[in-house]
């Protein structure tokens, strides 16, 4: 067992203590809201998995953060890449577990103690892959049609994948999002970003009246309905498709600024009609909101932008274009995740089914979490000595 204490050892003197900190002071603010959020079910099971779910992210942060990601990465691309597409297509078997949310993302595996998100464990590899790729790309010129087309293929192959699997857009969107993030921080020239936003608009227009019957499109409706205040469709957003969202912006907004206090939240603890839906998970800044108030949702963000922060911190200071990518990959994880889940609660954007991290109940989330932190961990304790940075493009 000496080479588990030399890797303890190897941690605890260069792995990111701060960002675990940062990441353990922001589970243990959504255990918080998790307890009360699921008082009204007189079961503390949820509470418990995600204790265990954040025990566990632990110990694969710092796992993971003794990996050499690059090498790694390098020896089993090709494994990577065939468990992202098995792994995503098992939602299509009967393993499936049914769901009547408009989508199939979650798996049950006989055995396991919990349900699996395959699209949410999958974002990790995808990462490494895509920063994998660009990092090849880079040494000729990542602008060039044939390398955008390249990483745009890849990610969009991602994207339909998951959309016919499982039905689960949002999780596609997330991907979407990470790749504007590492193509940007990657040097991808502006007029890709202009030209893929024309195309998606132009698509989208041309399409839309084939689709604006599906489940999704009904969820953006209701959100643009809602920002123009469209008086015929009234009902529907308040009492139809927008209920989840109505019920969240009249819980944030009834907590001022201090909020309700703990556990006294009218919306969080009522277990009638009038409470507030999925509390625990996809909702649950709501319950920040109503309970701790504005200055309660402010020093939320607050811990999770100091994460994302510390993510964009270690890429600028990585030993490689590669590593880099990863840990603003990552970063666009969150940070689209966060964006998407509070734009969500507040009634900006179509309810979509994504966690808020670190906070939501969720075992497959928080571990994912935790792995893709230990990930950028491992950058940190293989980044660039001082002086070596100093004379870098970094």
Request: glycine share 10%.
């Given at each position: ?119 949410e464990i999958v974002k990790l590899s ?47 969107l997330t991907y979407l999002l990470i ?216």
């Amino acid at each position: 067992m000496s080479w588990l204490s030399d890797s303890i050892r190897a941690f605890l003197r260069k792995g990111d203590l701060l960002l675990l900190f940062l990441c353990l002071t922001a589970s243990g603010f959504g255990l918080v809201l998790i307890y009360s959020g699921t008082r009204y079910l007189d079961s503390n099971r949820n509470l418990y998995v995600q204790c265990a779910a954040i025990f566990l992210g632990v110990l694969v942060y710092i796992f993971l953060s003794s990996v050499d990601i690059e090498l790694f990465t390098q020896r089993t691309w090709k494994l990577m890449l065939f468990f992202n597409v098995v792994f995503n297509l098992l939602v299509r078997t009967p393993l499936k577990v049914e769901s009547n949310s408009g989508n199939d993302s979650w798996i049950h595996i006989p055995g396991f103690p919990v349900n699996l998100q395959p699209g949410e464990i999958v974002k990790l590899s995808f990462v490494l892959l895509l920063a994998w790729q660009m990092a090849r790309l880079q040494e000729k010129g990542i602008s060039r049609p044939g390398a955008v087309m390249q990483i745009a293929g890849h990610t969009l192959f991602m994207f339909a994948l998951l959309a016919w699997a499982s039905g689960d857009f949002g999780m596609g969107l997330t991907y979407l999002l990470i790749f504007v993030v590492m193509a940007w921080a990657g040097g991808v020239k502006k007029r890709w970003f202009l030209l893929g936003a024309s195309v998606c608009v132009v698509g989208i227009a041309l399409l839309w009246p084939r689709i604006s019957d599906m489940y999704f499109a009904r969820r953006i409706t209701v959100v643009i309905d809602h920002i123009t205040g469209n008086p015929d469709t009234l009902y529907n957003q308040t009492q139809g498709m927008g209920w989840q969202q109505t019920r969240s912006i009249l819980a944030i907004g009834s907590g001022g600024l201090f909020g309700q206090g703990w556990c006294k939240g009218i919306q969080t603890q009522s277990q009638f009609d009038t409470s507030l839906p999925a509390r625990y998970t996809d909702e649950i800044f709501a319950v920040c909101g109503e309970e701790f108030g504005l200055v309660g949702c402010a020093v939320l963000l607050l811990l999770l932008a100091c994460i994302i922060l510390r993510c964009v911190w270690v890429a600028r200071r990585a030993c490689s274009p590669q590593s880099a990518l990863i840990a603003m990959g990552y970063a666009g994880m969150l940070l689209a995740q966060v964006g998407v889940n509070v734009g969500m609660c507040l009634y900006v954007f179509p309810v979509v089914g994504l966690t808020l991290p670190f906070i939501s109940a969720g075992g497959s989330s928080i571990i994912t979490m935790y792995a893709a932190m230990g990930l950028v961990s491992s950058i940190k304790m293989r980044s660039l000595p001082s002086w070596l940075r100093d004379r870098s493009q970094i």
